[in-house]
């Protein structure tokens, strides 16, 4: 019988300079540049995405509020998700769970970036 090591992800940034602690806010003295936003995510003035990362409102949505070093982290993130739930990007239900993830980690409360490892192996996709 193998024993397996299970890594739970608390959190995927740490705080740096370009990364600051979570609700840091902008004082009223700093004005975004054209190339920037100020990230619904991080709380604090980004480079804006240069494009949509998807084709329909959830990607203009995430380029209007999301900063391109928090889509980074999503992106790793999503990674962590395909790998730890087996999905397959290609399956519909997969694609709908992904979205959802990206609606709670991006745009919403950001508690979903746990990954709950008592489901794994459990869900049927």
């Given at each position: 019988m193998s024993q397996?090591?299970?890594l739970e992800v608390t959190e995927i940034r740490a705080p740096s300079p370009l990364n600051p602690i979570v609700?840091?806010?902008m004082t009223d003295s700093e004005e975004l540049r054209d190339d920037e936003i100020h990230c619904h995510r991080c709380d604090a003035p980004r480079p804006r995405l240069e494009k949509p990362p998807f084709r329909n409102e959830r990607g203009t949505t995430i380029q209007e509020r999301i900063c391109r070093i928090c889509w980074g982290e999503w992106?790793?993130?999503?990674?962590?998700l395909i790998n730890h739930y087996g999905l397959d990007p290609r399956d519909p239900k997969s694609r709908e769970f992904?979205?959802?993830?990206?609606?709670e980690v991006?745009?919403?409360d950001g508690k979903a970036e746990r990954v709950d490892t008592s489901k794994e192996g459990t869900i049927e996709w």
């Open positions: 397996r090591t299970v609700g840091e806010s992106l790793q993130h999503q990674t962590l992904l979205y959802s993830q990206v609606d991006l745009l919403g």
